[in-house]
């Protein structure tokens, strides 16, 4: 099958975003086994294999959106159905180690940028269901909606794959719309009921799933994996250096003392809050995200290596009320503060 390289969208991705080797590898090598000739790949990523280093975001995207022009909206699925724990690197051998489907889903959570800067999943429990989300941070490129398919095709596979069974009836839903051929398509080859046009992109699933076991899983490797995993995060920082840098620490100064917003960080940087934005648009990030990075951060500690009540860790991290915090603190963790406690150890 030829391929052409003239009608790719060029896309300007965020300084420094990336997708991992083993991830983005996944993606070479099934579009090479679908037909895109081995000499555009290696054109349009400027290398003649994947390696072991990592692949720009706009690369991945740009191959992800030829081969979807080559085979067809079906790529995208079949993307995701080609993932093992190995496909998500450090991620992926986390996940093995794990005991139950929940304590791996933590861990997706927990390290995902570790992975690529795709997008960012999240999940919480309703009742007797648990919704799994995922936010595409790649929304303007026509990639987009192959992209979120191939994420969740990913998710269900790699899941498969570690409980040695299939997961059961359970609904997707996708802020794009599937054409009616995509759809039953999509429906035959997930086992879910499909959806298009939603507020989010989402899997609601049976909350006993969390429970499924691993068979093959190693628990006594997970702290030392933790570590290691918890290592390369931080090791991310210092590419958050200059103003980055600056935020953060000023937002760790003033958490406590009541909303911490953009206009007073700026102001202790002495710059106007238009200034600080752009700054930090240029650094390729949000000040929300970073706000809410810290907190995450600063709560994990609290909760984990000190006995303050979890109402005082939400105080202090500039929470109104302990609703409030608990609300966040299961949107980033994926467990409420309570439960992360114990599952560390801490004392109360």
């Not at 202790?268 to 390729?284: I, V, W, Y």
């Amino acid at each position: 099958m030829t391929s052409s390289l003239s009608s790719l969208t060029v896309v300007h991705p965020l300084p420094g975003a990336r997708v991992v080797a083993p991830y983005a590898h996944t993606l070479w090598d099934t579009a090479l086994a679908a037909g895109v000739e081995l000499g555009v790949l290696q054109s349009l990523w400027g290398r003649t294999s994947v390696g072991e280093a990592d692949v720009s975001v706009q690369a991945y995207l740009a191959l992800l959106q030829l081969a979807r022009q080559a085979v067809g909206p079906a790529f995208g699925w079949r993307l995701g159905q080609q993932v093992r724990p190995t496909t998500y690197g450090v991620n992926g051998i986390l996940l093995l180690a794990c005991a139950t489907l929940g304590d791996a889903l933590q861990q997706v959570l927990r390290f995902e940028s570790l992975v690529h800067d795709l997008g960012r999943s999240r999940f919480q429990a309703q009742g007797d269901t648990v919704v799994y989300s995922w936010r595409n941070d790649c929304t303007g490129h026509p990639a987009a909606e192959a992209l979120t398919e191939s994420v969740f095709a990913g998710i269900q596979t790699c899941a498969q794959w570690l409980c040695g069974q299939a997961l059961g009836p359970y609904t997707l839903e996708f802020t794009h719309k599937p054409s009616a051929s995509q759809t039953q398509y999509l429906a035959q080859a997930s086992g879910a009921q499909v959806r298009g046009g939603t507020a989010e992109n989402r899997a609601v699933f049976p909350a006993h799933l969390l429970q499924l076991p691993i068979p093959q899983a190693n628990t006594a490797l997970l702290p030392l994996l933790q570590q290691h995993a918890e290592a390369l995060l931080n090791a991310r920082h210092p590419q958050d250096g200059g103003i980055v840098a600056q935020v953060r620490q000023r937002i760790s100064a003033r958490l406590g003392q009541g909303a911490v917003k953009l206009a007073d960080v700026a102001a202790d940087l002495a710059l106007s809050t238009r200034t600080l934005q752009r700054r930090m648009l240029e650094a390729g990030v949000a000040f929300q995200a970073v706000l809410d990075a810290t907190r995450h951060e600063l709560a994990c500690h609290y909760l984990g290596n000190t006995a303050m009540p979890v109402a005082e860790v939400g105080y202090l991290l500039g929470f109104q009320d302990a609703p409030a915090f608990h609300h966040a603190f299961k949107a980033w963790q994926g467990q409420g503060p309570g439960q992360y406690r114990a599952s560390r150890g801490a004392q109360v």
